[in-house]
């Protein structure tokens, strides 16, 4: 069923894929999804803001028999710079919508808002409290202002609302509010019988919710403006159940490949995440603060190896789950320490 073309691959029942490239990333590409609707093609993400991948978006959109000028309306699963990045540029070429869930256009509003400065100086912040130690919390003082990427992403029109058919005229497109990677990241149900016929119910576009060979990053949800106390890592839990219960016969991720079976790999990642919570409960059994948690945590290379921005990514992640160890009673702070640290119970 599945036609792989040069620029594009064919799915069936109206649904493409476009593969377009992240620069400098070891992801690759994004999969642009292209559904077609009776009132024009719907891009589901975009792609990351470089010229290599518009040009590569608008190419595939050619060997789709369509173009740029012609899609209709943009559905974003989540506010990302691989997935939001060409949103702005696909609108001012076509006139297209962009539909967004509310919690993640909230997180582009503020950053369209905020000021570089305000960001170092949260960052700083919050690196201090979570025991990073001064040589790596130092830079931050003397911020260079080039250092943040996709500091204008297109505002949508739209808001994507839990558990609503999207507006899409002949198809049936039903949004999955499923939070954890960021907190208004959707899955998109296609309720459609499979092209193939593959047992199940449709196809699911999971964003970077479910994908087949990598977990997504779970971190805190980084709002300088909001003192919520969130479980950024219970909130994902929960959305994975939510998606297995669906039981699509195929899953269209943003990232690697299409796969069958998303219980199997819902399951799959349950018992990887039970795991780590476990190992990383091991680990508490002297206080550490969240930064020497992360030091001692495994990750894909040894902590000496991780470069400076994934260092602030490992510590939010060592973060997510302090927080579900302590909202699961597992662990807790240490009453009156600075930095605090977190032991378990
Ligand atoms: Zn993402
Ligand atoms: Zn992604």
Request: aromatic letters at 4%.
């Amino acid at each position: 069923m599945t036609q792989v073309m040069p620029q594009a691959t064919d799915h069936g029942g109206g649904v493409r894929s476009l593969r377009v490239p992240i620069p400098d990333n070891p992801l690759g590409h994004t999969l642009v999804y292209v559904v077609d609707t009776d009132r024009g093609p719907v891009l589901i993400d975009t792609g990351w803001d470089d010229p290599e991948s518009w040009d590569t978006l608008a190419d595939g959109l050619t060997a789709c028999g369509t173009s740029v000028a012609e899609i209709h309306g943009v559905v974003i699963t989540h506010h990302h710079p691989d997935h939001h990045g060409l949103s702005g540029r696909v609108r001012e070429a076509s006139g297209a919508w962009i539909a967004m869930h509310a919690a993640d256009t909230a997180v582009v509003r503020r950053t369209r808002q905020a000021r570089p400065e305000r960001w170092f100086s949260y960052m700083t912040a919050k690196l201090t409290a979570a025991g990073a130690p001064e040589e790596h919390i130092a830079p931050l003082r003397t911020p260079r202002p080039r250092a943040l990427p996709g500091l204008s992403p297109a505002l949508p029109d739209r808001d994507i609302v839990p558990g609503e058919l999207l507006d899409l005229a002949g198809r049936r497109l039903r949004a999955i509010w499923t939070p954890g990677h960021t907190p208004g990241h959707v899955c998109l149900h296609l309720e459609e019988t499979h092209p193939a016929r593959l047992p199940g119910h449709g196809r699911l576009f999971s964003g970077d919710h479910l994908l087949p060979g990598i977990t997504p990053h779970i971190g805190l949800y980084e709002d300088p403006d909001d003192a919520t106390v969130t479980d950024p890592l219970g909130d994902y839990l929960d959305s994975l159940e939510r998606v297995g219960r669906l039981a699509p016969a195929e899953v269209l991720p943003a990232h690697q490949h299409p796969f069958p079976d998303a219980a199997a790999r819902v399951r799959e990642l349950l018992t990887h995440h039970e795991a780590r919570l476990t190992a990383l409960r091991a680990l508490l059994a002297e206080p550490l603060t969240p930064w020497q948690l992360a030091e001692r945590m495994e990750w894909n290379r040894p902590w000496e190896q991780i470069p400076y921005g994934s260092r602030n990514i490992a510590v939010s992640e060592a973060e997510a789950h302090l927080r579900r160890l302590v909202k699961l009673g597992r662990a807790e702070a240490v009453p009156g320490s600075e930095p605090v640290t977190y032991v378990a119970v």
